[in-house]
């Protein structure tokens, strides 16, 4: 069992960035790969980014791609998401999500691979 906390979400001007922080406890958070989901209103969830559990292997989101970056300190069982030249469009909730995996390889971009899911972090870029 694994709880995540998101935080860090907020208001920001379009061109702006921000930083998504996600704190995992309880199990040991290097099992873990790990994801980064957003849903706008009206709109289906949707994939942003992920990270293996090693770090050494990430995935973007087309639309995401040399605007975001997402990392991890597994010293610190917090998984990051960097935002630049963010745009309306951004404007979600955004969710981090752990999946159990034995490959340190491993990257998962669909929600039904993930087994543990935060409680979401509201990002509003204005225009």
């Known amino acids: 069992q694994v709880q995540l906390v998101e935080s860090g979400g907020g208001l920001v001007q379009a061109g702006g960035s921000l930083r998504l922080s996600c704190a995992a406890s309880?199990?040991?958070?290097?099992?873990?790969?790990m994801g980064w989901f957003r849903q706008a209103p009206g709109k289906e969830r949707e994939f942003v980014a992920a990270?293996?559990?090693?770090?050494?292997?990430?995935y973007y989101a087309h639309s995401m791609k040399g605007r975001f970056t997402i990392s991890r300190d597994n010293a610190k069982n917090t998984v990051y998401l960097q935002m630049n030249s963010l745009k309306p469009e951004d404007t979600a909730v955004y969710y981090c999500?752990?999946?159990?995996?034995?490959?340190?390889?491993?990257?998962?971009?669909?929600?039904?691979?993930?087994?543990?899911w935060g409680q979401g972090t509201q990002v509003t870029v204005s225009s």
């Open positions: 999500a752990a999946g159990v995996t034995s490959d340190s390889r491993s990257v998962y971009y669909t929600g039904d691979e993930y087994d543990y």
């Open positions: 309880g199990r040991t958070f290097s099992s873990y790969a």
């Open positions: 990270i293996s559990w090693s770090g050494g292997n990430t």
